[in-house]
């Protein structure tokens, strides 16, 4: 990652952290280091009718005793190739880039266009009026347009493989506690980890320079998963004042050992900085800011190996900055309290690549959520 984007990455951190406890201040910072350790359930209700963007798990709890269902699919496009924050064409890939197992050799294979479908659950339970168990679970379904150019050495495009991978993604578990709450701030951390029950050796087809066909494992990033034990910190700060409401948040997911086939991803960070407003009783908006900074894979798997971009572990992670619009509806419109409905669509507005690898080019969602 170059200077010019690790000072970016700083400059917005700092600009986040500025705005939100800026925020606070003017509506009862004082209040919140007077009454830090005090009981404030009888301000709960209040504070839980901010508007919290989709994309930021585990901020909202059900409360002593009850529980909470979420159905979330999640779709998300990537195309085109960046090194760094520079585009560069499919010719110049291949004309300049040497693969990962033989530096003498050019890359052959380029990624054009990448459909993800992911759907996801949500179990909450609020074991307490402050301490919430979370369980997810995902299946996701990865579409691969490949473009393929001919011989060895040569910029002419030969032919494009339409391929993919599916299969169980993702399980799971974490704890998040409230460690203060009152009338119009709140502040959550939470504890987790993520099991290594997903594939990692599904295989695809792609053609090859001279126009045959291989059937060879799919690429790093190809696979439902890393199949990886991975410890998950976060912590999240909600504020609200009148119909008005903002926050800032931590997510990390930290791979702790190399899976069966030898590699996991890089340590991956995301801070959410988000403001919200109540359009209504049942309705609200939100505008959230997601910055996300993660490091090449580490190690590699010898089966994953070839002409295609993807195969070489030093061409993920990065850093990416992205904007997101979203509505939640709650049910209470149509007579049912215990619904409700969230929707969050978002651009990248900012990309800074270990690669040439594909970039990202939107993302959108929706869940519906049930009350218990």
């Avoid at 307490?128 to 979370?134: E, K, L, S």
């Avoid at 439902?224 to 410890?231: A, I, K, L, M, V």
């Avoid at 990202?360 to 049930?370: C, D, P, T």
Wanted: hydrophobic share 35%.
């Amino acid at each position: 990652m170059s200077k010019q984007t690790q000072n970016y990455f700083c400059a917005v951190l700092l600009m986040q952290v500025v705005l939100a406890t800026g925020a606070s201040a003017e509506n009862g910072g004082s209040d919140l280091t007077e009454n830090l350790w005090r009981d404030q359930k009888a301000d709960s209700a209040h504070a839980a009718h901010a508007a919290v963007p989709m994309g930021v798990i585990g901020a909202d709890s059900p409360g002593e005793n009850k529980y909470s269902i979420k159905i979330m699919p999640i779709f998300t496009n990537y195309a085109g190739q960046l090194i760094g924050s520079k585009g560069v064409s499919s010719q110049y890939v291949v004309m300049t880039t040497p693969t990962y197992s033989n530096p003498t050799q050019l890359m052959r294979v380029v990624p054009q266009d990448v459909q993800v479908s992911a759907q996801n659950a949500i179990l909450s339970y609020g074991i307490t009026d402050r301490f919430t168990t979370i369980i997810t679970a995902s299946i996701i379904q990865k579409h691969l347009s490949a473009l393929t150019f001919l011989g060895e050495t040569s910029g002419w495009p030969l032919g494009s493989s339409y391929t993919g991978t599916k299969g169980f993604s993702d399980l799971t578990t974490s704890g998040v506690y409230k460690i203060y709450e009152d009338k119009n701030n709140r502040v959550q951390i939470s504890s987790g980890f993520a099991y290594p029950v997903s594939p990692d050796t599904q295989n695809i087809q792609l053609i090859q320079p001279d126009g045959s066909y291989s059937n060879e494992r799919a690429f790093y990033s190809l696979q439902p998963g890393s199949r990886t034990f991975d410890y998950l910190p976060g912590v999240v700060y909600v504020a609200q004042w009148a119909d008005w409401s903002w926050g800032i948040s931590y997510r990390g997911r930290i791979p702790l050992i190399n899976n069966p086939q030898g590699w996991r991803f890089g340590n991956l960070h995301e801070f959410n900085s988000w403001v919200g407003y109540n359009l209504g009783q049942n309705i609200s908006s939100t505008i959230r800011l997601s910055n996300t900074l993660q490091g090449a894979i580490h190690g590699h798997d010898p089966q994953i190996s070839g002409a295609s971009v993807p195969t070489n572990p030093n061409f993920y992670g990065g850093f990416l900055t992205e904007i997101f619009g979203g509505l939640g509806i709650d049910g209470g419109m149509i007579g049912h309290q215990e619904l409700s409905i969230e929707i969050e669509s978002g651009v990248p507005l900012y990309q800074d690549l270990n690669g040439p690898q594909i970039r990202k080019n939107w993302q959108s969602g929706m869940a519906l959520k049930v009350k218990m």
